[in-house]
Each structure stands twice: as C-alpha cells, then as structure tokens.
C-alpha cells in the first residue's frame, strides 16, 4: 500500500492516477471539499480517502504502508499565516519522517524551488549547499526548514526511513491544477486570457536590465514529475535530495507564445505592471541543473515547453471537463 499525501491535489492527483494504472493500492489523504476537487480522481479512485485531521489515528493503526509520498502542504507563495505553515510544512512532515523511520517506511516528499529565493546563492541541490540560501516568502522558508532539518537528522545518525529523497519541484503545469486559485500554473493563466478573447499579460520586469517577458522559469510538464517519483518508487536505493525541473529555463514570452500557437491565435503579448506585494519576491530565473538526479541514474527525458503546452491545451483545457 502507498500513502499519498495531497493526492487530490495537482500533483497528488496525477500521482495517484498513474499507481491506479499499475494496480497499486493507495490511501489518499486530503480534502475533497465542496468545489469539485473530487473530479481530480473521478476515474482513479484510492482504497481508503482520509481526511488530514483522521492521519495521525489512521496511522497509530499501524496500516501496512510500504512507501508514503508526502505532498500535501501550505502551498501559497503569497501564504502570510506562519503558525499555519510552519505546522503544515514543518513539523508535520517531521512527524512523518519519524513514524516512516520507526516503521521501516520509505518517504518520498516535495521540497521547493522557492527554497532558492532570488537564485543569488545558485540552485544546487547538494546539501552542502543549503546554509546559504534565502528564500524570499514563508512557503519557501518553510520548506527549506524541513530540508535543513532532515540534513541535520542525518548528519546526527537519527533513525531514517529505509528510502528518502526530497524533489525541489520547480514550476509544474498541467491537468488537475483547476483547483487552486491563484497559485494555479501560468499556462492555464494565459489560455483562460486567450479563452476569454484577450491577448495573455505578462508582467512587467522589475529588475533593470532585463527585458519585459524575458522574466525566465524551468517549467516542467506535470506527466514528468510523476516519472520521477515513480522511478524512485522503483528504485529503492535512491536517496537524497534533488532538483526537478527540466534543466532549461524558458521565458515567459516563449511561454505565452507556444499558448498562443496551440490555441490558434496570433501571438500577441500586452504587458502590464507587476503587484506592488510581489515587488521583490519575484524570481525572476530559475533553472534546475539535474546533474545529481542524473547522477543517481535517472534515464528518463523531458518534456519541451512547447510540446506540453500543446498537449495540456489540446488534451485538457480545450476539452469541457477534462481531468487526468
């Protein structure tokens, strides 16, 4: 059996649909709510379906848990409620950590590219490398709490689950993500523009010397970050923290354009000024190097920009209801 934390959610859900494909029995934990996130996994059912408040009972039980993905979290970048995000983020992961070590239970769970804030100290996943970085909000200070704090475990010789690896996910798109409001991918961001008849936006830089729209991220098709957590899934003397993205930072012009040419439309950009609360807590690049999820002997390849735009608009988001 495998627990997946979050596995209504975006990832969770594409998560959770790919093990029901390959007759894996799993627990979900999460919130369904009243908005229609059950349709996330509508066709992809779990065994069991608790809800966060019933995990530590359910897990007291003892269920015969193999591997727990960890994925639920307070997710907002703009997220202010610290109480709430430090016990999200932080010490529930850690209860986690604990009962998977007591119990000999592999954990895999999601870290963050907003751990890296500005990307002034770089984005190497080495641990070595943690110290210096400076994230730029609460949801990236958090997770590199969590980090910082499973390397100091293990440079201690505390108990460990018998698996572990940490994923700095960089910017994920695709199906399932329809729930999430604000924090909802770029990509769906400017298709509903061009839905709703008008050109995509894209912000303004705030940075001198740097072009409006060449603003760049490492986007990362969704169907690719499940590859990887189910590799690790499979190979289980796979341990360590790293970075997932695709290794190849793209601009947001070339992202509102591939939007753009797989809706039909001509490419056509309007700029507009970026929010006086994300002044200064925008990244402006990120890149993920993948030397050491390679290293760790990861075959699998990527996904290009342009190819999983067109699959999401094609498959998904021109498609009334469509969920993975």
Same mark, same amino acid.
């Given at each position: 059996? /495998?627990?997946?934390?979050?596995? @209504? ?14 007759? @894996? ?22 065994? %069991? ?6 995990? $530590?009972?359910?897990?007291? =039980? ?20 610290? #109480? ?109 523009? /061009? =839905? ?9 830089? #705030? %940075? ?7 603003? @760049? ?36 012009? $070339? ?14 950009? $309007?700029? /507009? ?35 999983? /735009?067109?699959?999401?608009?094609? &498959?998904?988001?021109?498609?009334? &209801? =469509?969920? @993975?």
């Amino acid at each position: 059996m /495998i627990m997946v934390t979050g596995g @209504a959610g975006f990832i969770g859900s594409n998560l959770q649909a790919a093990l029901y494909r390959r007759g @894996a029995e799993t627990v979900v934990v999460d919130w369904l709510g009243d908005q229609g996130k059950w349709r996330n996994l509508a066709t992809h059912p779990p065994a %069991r379906l608790i809800p966060p408040e019933a995990l $530590d009972e359910f897990l007291a =039980a003892r269920p015969p848990i193999e591997a727990l993905v960890h994925l639920g979290a307070v997710s907002e970048t703009t997220a202010t409620d610290g #109480d709430r995000a430090w016990a999200t983020n932080v010490e529930l992961p850690l209860r986690l950590w604990a009962w998977c070590a007591a119990r000999g239970v592999r954990f895999i769970y999601a870290s963050s590219a907003a751990t890296y804030g500005d990307g002034a100290a770089g984005f190497d996943d080495d641990p070595a490398a943690l110290p210096r970085l400076r994230p730029l909000n609460l949801y990236g200070w958090t997770k590199h709490a969590f980090d910082l704090r499973v390397a100091a475990l293990l440079a201690g010789g505390a108990p460990r689950p018998p698996q572990w690896a940490g994923l700095k996910f960089f910017n994920v798109y695709g199906p399932n993500e329809y729930h999430k409001g604000p924090m909802i991918s770029v990509v769906k961001v400017k298709h509903d523009e /061009i =839905a709703a008849g008008h050109a995509p936006r894209l912000f303004r830089s #705030d %940075r001198a010397g740097l072009a409006d729209g060449a603003q @760049a991220r490492d986007f990362i098709w969704v169907g690719d970050v499940v590859d990887v957590i189910l590799w690790l899934l499979d190979n289980r003397g796979v341990n360590g923290l790293f970075n997932l993205g695709t290794g190849r930072a793209r601009t947001y012009l $070339d992202l509102a354009h591939a939007v753009c040419d797989a809706a039909g439309v001509p490419r056509q950009v $309007d700029f /507009i000024d970026m929010p006086a609360k994300l002044r200064g807590q925008y990244q402006s690049f990120t890149e993920a190097p993948m030397t050491r999820l390679r290293a760790a002997g990861y075959p699998g390849q990527f996904t290009p920009l342009e190819d999983g /735009i067109g699959r999401y608009v094609r &498959d998904y988001l021109s498609q009334p &209801d =469509a969920h @993975a």
